[in-house]
Structure formats: C-alpha cells, structure tokens
C-alpha cells in the first residue's frame, strides 16, 4: 500500500481494492472520511486507468497555464537550450517583471512532477530568479512551447 497525504487529502494506493476498504473503515472510526471513488485527479495531476498501468499527465493544467500567460499557440522565436547553452546575467537585455517571472516558473517547476525531462533547463532559470532578463522569459517561454506541443 502507498500512502500520500497532502495538508487533509489522503491518497491510497493499493493492488488489493480489500485493503483499500479495510483502512477507509479504520478511519472512519477516528475521522469524517470521504471516499472518492477510484482516483482521477490530485493535486492537478490527472490519471487515467489503462490495461498495463495508470498514465499521469497534467493536460488540464498545462492548458491553463498557457492561457494564464497568452502564450497558447505563441510561436516565439528564441534560442533553444541545448546541452552547452550558457545562459548567464548579459545585461544587454532588459530586465523583466520580477513577479511574473518568478510565478511563471514556479507553475512550470509543478509541471515538472509528470515531465522530468524539462528540470535540467528549469534548473538553469531558476539561477536567475532575483535578477530575470528577457533572454531568461524567453528560455522559460520556450519550455512552455515543448509542453504545449504534447498537450
């Protein structure tokens, strides 16, 4: 059984639906308990049940995100970040807004729980936070690109 409990949702995971059942009865000796049924989003995370295993995607999220920011169908012309790219404080680009910048790439490191292979270029924008410049917006408008391309 796997256990994920997140401020007062309760997430169980289980291959045996008898296990399931026996520790929902468990608390509901102790707590109001509230079954939701087999599990179809958390925390912004959806899943779906197929034959070989369950799929994690954050489609819905993503979507939102991309609208949040006007960036659905944005065709951003910039550097791409290959392994290599040096992407340091040039102070020939502008600054940009601090808040925006940093909230952008808060919901983009959220995206990282369904797509790890977008860290490593997250990681490297990050190292800007306190001092963003449009060569950093561009790089993390670029990540949203290669998510809106899967969803």
Known sequence: MIFVLYVDDLLVISNHDSRIKWLIQQLEHAFEVSDLGKLQLYLNVEFISLRNGIFMCQHTYTLEILQEFGLI???????????GFKMGKD?????????????????????????????????????????????????????????????
């Open 73 to 83: 169908h944005c065709n951003v012309a910039m550097r791409i970040l290959l392994e």
């Open 91 to 151: 102070e020939d680009y502008k600054l940009v807004d601090l808040l925006t910048f940093r909230r952008i790439v808060r919901k983009l490191i959220y995206l990282t729980n369904t797509r790890p292979d977008v860290v490593y270029v997250l990681s490297v924008i990050n190292c800007f936070m306190n001092d963003p410049r449009q060569v950093h917006l561009d790089a993390a408008k670029h990540v949203f690109n290669l998510f809106e391309k899967h969803i």
